[in-house]
């Protein structure tokens, strides 16, 4: 019988992702969709090195992670960016279902937030900063069009700190779907759900917690008792950027509209309804996603720089409570 390779046999770890796991500094999984699918270049390419920068200046390692050539990567160089870039649809957008063909083909990926979080968690990265994560799309209960990255936040362990959940979907049974899976739904400064471009909705989160320490001591007891699976981390876009909430409607119900008009469906649902919003809006929601995702970088930098200042406690205490009395 063949034995199983573990992931990591697929898995290269850049040397400044793998010095900070090694010695237990705090790390920052972004994903790479957003730079391929995301936005158009050369913005997807200018904003992939904002977001890093602003990792680093909030005190933790960013690790933006993709499939390069068939390899699983955490921490991308600059070229390697740069390709995924210039590359935009023409590479494949890569989820769970798509991880296998992409690597035993050899090829090149953006990860999605399902596939950021699979290559995150074999990493030992625990903290992921992103947009907005997927869910239930409209017409779900025709269509039973469903976004893998659910599913893999009721599986893996990482915490994905978004602005909400895209304002593309229908919130009310994406949070539906997250309770029933046991993933709780946190609004950092926030009683609602933020709705990706808008601060609210009508929608409220399990639990409100005001700091990162405060949210790192859940996710540290979460899986302390053994409750594998991820966290959302809701944190709304900041003021001066939010975008009115009937502008952003309009705009999503006349692109809705034309996608179902088009067929376009599936995993091409996203790509296309955010773009058009972005050229209904004049590129305003562009602007809107890029300091969000910012703004994501920087609290899912300082619940990093928690996170391990939590490990490093534990580690400590384990090791002096093991000593043998004098």
């Known amino acids: 019988m063949t034995p199983h390779l573990h992931a990591n046999s ?3 770890v850049h040397p400044d992702v793998a010095r900070a796991l090694g010695t237990g500094r705090p790390v920052v999984a972004l994903e790479s969709t957003i730079i391929s699918h995301g936005m158009p270049y050369p913005q997807n390419v200018a904003t ?3 977001v890093e920068a602003e990792v680093r200046a909030s005190g933790a390692v960013p690790a933006t992670i993709a499939v390069i050539d068939g390899r699983l990567k955490a921490g991308l160089t600059d070229a390697q960016i740069e390709t995924l870039g210039q590359g935009g649809r023409d590479i494949a957008k890569v989820s769970r279902r798509d991880l296998p063909f992409i690597v035993a083909a050899g090829r090149s990926g953006a990860t999605t937030v399902a596939a950021t979080m699979i290559v995150a968690a074999h990493a030992g990265i625990a ?3 992103t947009g907005g994560i997927g869910g239930v799309h409209r017409g779900a209960a025709q269509s039973f069009d469903v976004s893998a990255d659910l599913q893999e936040l009721a599986r893996t362990s990482v ?3 978004c602005a909400g959940a895209k304002a593309i979907l229908d919130l009310r049974l994406t949070l539906e779907y997250l309770e029933t899976h046991g993933v709780p739904v946190i609004g950092h400064g926030t009683d609602v759900l933020p709705a990706f471009y808008t601060r609210d909705s009508e929608f409220k989160v399990d639990q409100r917690l005001d700091s990162a320490a405060e949210i790192a001591r859940v996710m540290h007891a979460k899986w302390q008792l053994g409750l594998a699976g991820g966290l959302v981390v ?3 876009i900041p003021p001066a950027f939010a ?3 009937e502008r952003i409607d309009a705009a999503i119900a006349q ?5 179902q008009a088009q067929g376009v469906s599936g995993k091409e649902s996203t790509p296309f309804l955010l773009a058009r919003v972005s050229e209904l809006t004049g590129g305003d929601s562009l602007a809107a996603n890029i300091e969000l995702v910012l703004n994501n970088a920087r609290l899912a930098a300082a619940i990093a720089v928690e996170y391990a200042h939590q490990r490093a406690v534990q580690i400590s205490e384990t090791a002096s409570l ?3 009395e004098p």
């Open 234 to 236: 809701a944190n709304p």
């Open 10 to 12: 697929h898995l290269d």
């Open 159 to 161: 915490a994905v700190v």
């Open 243 to 245: 975008m009115p909430r």
């Open 127 to 129: 903290v992921f900063a």
């Open 48 to 50: 992939a090195r904002r």
């Open 322 to 324: 093991s000593r043998p």
């Open 255 to 259: 692109a809705l509209r034309e996608a």
